[in-house]
T-cell receptor, first 111, second 114 residues
Framework: EAGVTQSPTHLIKTRGQQATLRCSPI?????VYWYQQALGLGLQFLLWYDEGEERNRGNFPPRFSGRQFPNYSSELNVNALELEDSALYLC??????????FGSGTRLTVV | SQELEQSPQSLIVQEGKNLTINCTSS?????LYWYKQKYGEGLIFLMMLQKGGEEKSHEKITAKLDEKKQQSSLHITASQPSHAGIYLC??????????????FGKGTKLSVKP
């Protein structure tokens, strides 16, 4: 069974640009969670999607947004990139009695 | 909002020694998860504890949940270099129900000296 897959692995953007990150959950998992892990700040909850709806949002500005598609894959968009958005972005899906399964992440670097 | 505090923040142990990492919640725990992370990589699921007093073991790692104290501990016996990494505890936010998002502690960085 394939795990949670994230793409791209690395992304380099210029300040002010937009970044799009993608996540495919484990087959059959309907909930997708996005997290930001910036240096020194720990793992911060960003967004939770379930059945195509946003269920909860962390303490992040509106320029962090996303969506979930009918096949349960998800997209995280970060607009007007700032230098402090540089971080590892992790996606997780839930199901199967094994807790939350995480992908390997997308390393976003804003220059 | 709920917060998780982990201690210690970092730990250096000699190979073969035992160690304990603690995770304390500011609010009632509704499930506690332990993960391990290699630097810059995704999280590897270790254990999930859901009931007060519950204790689970896998290989040389044991986790316990003390619901009354709103605390969990992770104990590694006879540490090996392969145990090195960042250990994170996570708890589900109450308002999310059984599928709610996890919040995490800041992690404990473990180094094991051969």
């Amino acid at each position: 069974e394939a795990g949670v897959t994230q793409s791209p692995t690395h992304l380099i953007k210029t300040r002010g640009q937009q970044a799009t990150l993608r996540c495919s959950p484990i087959s059959g998992h309907t909930s997708v969670y996005w997290y930001q892990q910036a240096l020194g700040l720990g793992l911060q909850f960003l967004l939770w999607y379930d059945e195509g709806e946003e269920r909860n949002r962390g303490n992040f500005p509106p320029r962090f947004s996303g969506r979930q598609f009918p096949n349960y894959s998800s997209e995280l968009n970060v607009n007007a990139l700032e230098l402090e958005d540089s971080a590892l972005y992790l996606c997780a899906s839930l199901g199967g009695g094994y807790g939350y399964t995480f992908g390997s992440g997308t390393r976003l670097t804003v220059v | 909002s709920q917060e998780l505090e982990q201690s210690p923040q970092s730990l250096i142990v000699q190979e073969g020694k035992n160690l304990t990492i603690n995770c304390t919640s500011s609010k009632t725990l509704y499930g506690l998860y332990w993960y391990k992370q290699k630097y810059g990589e995704g999280l590897i699921f270790l254990m999930m504890l859901q009931k007060g007093g519950e204790e689970k073991s896998h290989e040389k790692i044991t986790a316990k949940l003390d619901e009354k104290k709103q605390q969990s501990s992770l104990h590694i016996t006879a540490s090996q270099p392969s145990h090195a990494g960042i250990y994170l505890c996570g708890a589900r936010e109450r308002n999310g129900g059984s599928q709610g998002n996890l919040i995490f502690g800041k992690g404990t960085k473990l180094s094991v000296k051969p």
